[in-house]
């Protein structure tokens, strides 16, 4: 079964960093696509950032040019680095995994919380 594990998050003065980190464990079979989704108190789970195993990354607009994401090469363990960070960024940020072989479909982290202050 397919385990997600998200750490790196944590409370934050406007403008400062912090790095994700997500590493899915109990597959040998690389994910095709890893990403990173927020959900914001009383919103919805939205797409941050996104990672194939090409390297190929989508960013959403609100973090371009703010957060990068990456993946380790060949492993089911990626990153994100958060600068410049604002209070909008505030929320609970999941990892998420897809497959299209092996242990088919999406697998979801638990989440880790990011706090920015203003």
């Known amino acids: 079964q397919v385990r997600l594990v998200e750490s790196g998050g944590g409370l934050v003065q406007a403008g400062g960093s912090l790095r994700l980190s997500c590493s899915a464990s109990g597959t040998p079979i690389g994910a095709k696509t890893m990403g990173w989704y927020r959900q914001a108190p009383g919103g919805q789970r939205e797409l941050v950032a996104s990672?194939?195993?090409?390297?190929?990354?989508n960013y959403a607009d609100f973090v371009k040019g703010r957060f990068t994401i990456t993946r380790l090469y060949a492993k089911n363990i990626i990153y994100l680095q958060m600068n410049s960070l604002e209070p909008e960024d505030t929320g609970v940020y999941y990892c998420?995994?897809?497959?299209?072989?092996?242990?088919?479909?999406?697998?979801w982290g638990q989440g880790t919380q990011v706090t920015v202050s203003s």
């Open positions: 998420k995994a897809g497959f299209i072989v092996g242990p088919r479909g999406e697998h």
């Open positions: 990672v194939t195993n090409g390297d190929s990354t």
